[in-house]
């Protein structure tokens, strides 16, 4: 017998949580002890709460569920009933907080997840579900900015910023952009334009207001590269952004760009942006997870996403040729279709798209770099 939708919605579930990290188990076998990230299947909750599809467990306490629901249907207008789920665990199991923060719908094909610890939460489209490690950053920076606190945005290391990087705020990274310090708009030999004030100020508005898209569009020599590193830096600074991706046509923007952020001179200290933060231009398909800001071209992007080598002259020309250079050289995918010529578009990945590209867990903006 065929499986049923619903199977196939699991079965698809199930994969892209062992995709991420997560040990998947039977609720009357659970061992909470065998993983970091744990997903039990079918938890029974309080009464009047029902069954939860999956029970998410990080460092041995719960933080979410998952509902599933059958390919095809839609989940939009779930999150109530998800939500209730959150609620349901029984008191005596141990939880990260109450309601459980972090509540995903899925089919296996369309994923929409909602962040419990922003003020306003809602739910948003994700291309996958979030890894163990990943909830965990966010609980622990939660925890270190309690209601009411100067808040701080973690280091990598998991340590304390300069004083210079605190300022009240809430423990989510939207909260942080909520409460973003002012604009510098002269420093040293620097000086910001009257258009790129108007484009970081409103840039900076519309994600405070969680708009989950953004485009900045202004003319050839009005400083697009300088304006993106100057919002770049705000945001790792101060809004606690994970990592930025930086999409560019050609590799020679790319090793411009490199050139512009190791330039550009911090207006909070002396800095350099590459003193301050890991800039990485990607020249091969390995990524440097320390890195806050990497370079690439939407050639790579896309070889890197596929599985696939790049051909070192590939990064130079345009991505019509570089879809057909990969293709000849993975003949087996040739029918794979080629990314676009044109700039990237406004969509969202973990994606957010303006002038450059930030990642903070599902968070990311991306544009080209022509100045």
Not at 64 to 71: D, F, P, S
Not at 101 to 114: C, R, Y
């Amino acid at each position: 017998m065929p499986p049923t939708p619903e199977q196939r919605a699991r079965a698809a579930i199930d994969r892209l949580l062992a995709a991420a990290g997560w040990a998947l188990q039977d609720f009357k076998s659970a061992d909470l002890q065998a993983a970091r990230g744990v997903a039990l299947r079918e938890f029974e909750l309080n009464p009047g709460h029902g069954t939860a599809d999956y029970l998410l467990y990080v460092d041995g306490k719960a933080c979410g569920v998952i509902e599933a629901k059958k390919q095809g249907a839609t989940l939009t207008g779930v999150e109530a009933q998800s939500g209730r789920y959150a609620q349901g665990l029984p008191a005596s199991l141990p939880a990260w907080r109450r309601p459980l923060p972090f509540v995903f719908e899925s089919t296996g094909i369309e994923t929409h997840f909602t962040q419990g610890l922003d003020q306003v939460p809602r739910a948003r489209p994700v291309f996958a579900f979030h890894r163990p490690e990943t909830l965990a950053d966010w609980l622990a920076q939660a925890s270190a900015d309690p209601p009411g606190a100067p808040a701080t945005v973690l280091t990598t290391d998991g340590q304390l910023p300069p004083a210079e990087a605190q300022r009240p705020t809430g423990g989510t990274m939207l909260a942080r952009l909520q409460a973003m310090p002012p604009l510098v708009t002269e420093w040293g030999d620097f000086k910001l334009w009257p258009a790129q004030i108007t484009a970081i100020r409103n840039l900076e508005k519309s994600l405070a207001a969680n708009k989950p898209r953004a485009l900045i569009q202004m003319a050839t020599g009005s400083g697009k590269t300088f304006t993106a590193i100057s919002f770049i830096y705000r945001l790792i600074k101060f809004a606690g952004a994970r990592r930025v991706l930086f999409l560019v046509d050609r590799g020679n923007l790319g090793r411009q760009a490199k050139k512009e952020f190791d330039q550009y001179v911090s207006p909070v200290n002396n800095y350099k942006f590459g003193e301050e933060f890991i800039v990485q231009h990607l020249t091969s398909n390995q990524l440097d997870r320390s890195a806050r800001v990497c370079i690439s071209t939407i050639q790579r992007m896309f070889s890197m996403l596929k599985g696939r080598e790049l051909p070192d002259e590939a990064d130079e020309e345009s991505t019509e040729r570089t879809w057909r250079a990969c293709s000849t050289r993975n003949p087996s995918r040739s029918t794979t279709t080629p990314p676009s010529r044109s700039r990237p578009s406004t969509s969202s990945s973990p994606t957010r798209r303006t002038a450059a590209s930030t990642t903070c867990g599902a968070r990311c903006w991306s544009t080209s770099t022509r100045t």
